[in-house]
C-alpha cells in the first residue's frame, strides 16, 4: 500500500504545481475540454502521449490499446473516434506505433498467447496482406520495424474507412488522419509521410457516399 500512498503525494504535489502556474488551470479545464488531437497509440507504458507531445492536459483526446488497433468491430476505439470527431471536432487524429511493440512481435510468432491471440489476429492479416514485402527482407529486425510501421498505415486507413471519418469529410470538417511511429530507443517519433485528409485518397471499395 506504500507504493499507492506514493502515487497520491506525487498527485498532490502534481495538482499544487499547477495552479501555482496557473490558478485557473483545473477551474478551466472543469469547464470544457478542446482538444484539437485525437491520440490512438499502444497501451505500452513507455508512450505517454502527452509527454512525448509536450502537451498539457485538455489539449489531447487519447486512446490507447495493445498495439495501436483500429478493427472495424472494436466499439470502444470507433466511440473514442465518434465522440472526438462528431463532439470535441478534433482535427487530427493520429495513429502512432513504435518500434519494438510486444503486440507486433508475438503476432510475428508461430505461438499461442491466450485470449490476447483473437486481438493480434488483426497483426497477422497485415502481415498476409503484405506478405510479399515482408518476405523480402532479409533481417528479422528490419522485418519486424516494417511491420510495425505497415500496422499503422493499415489502422490509417481502417480510420478512413469508417463512416464517422466520411460522414465528417462530406460535411466538409478539416480533418487528416497521420501515420506516425514512435521510437522508444531515442524518445522521436517519425512521420510515415501518411497523411490523409479527403475521399478521394481512400480505396473506393471502402467509399460508404459517392463523391461528387
Ligand atoms: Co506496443
Redesign the pocket.
Known sequence: MRELKKLFENNQIWAREKIKKDPDFFRNLSEKQTPKYLWIG???SRIPANEVLGLEPGEIFVHRN???LVPHTDFNCLSVLQYGIEYLNVRHVIIC??Y?????AAAMKNAQFGLVDNWLRNIRDVYSREKKELDSIAGTIQKYQRLVELNVLHQVMNVCHTTIVQNAWAEQKKLSIHGWVYDVATGLLKDLNCCISSLDQVEDTYHTLKLH
Not at 100 to 104: D, E, K, M, N, S
Open positions: 499502444c497501451a505500452d495493445v498495439a495501436n506505433g513504435h519494438g511493440c510486444g503486440g507486433v
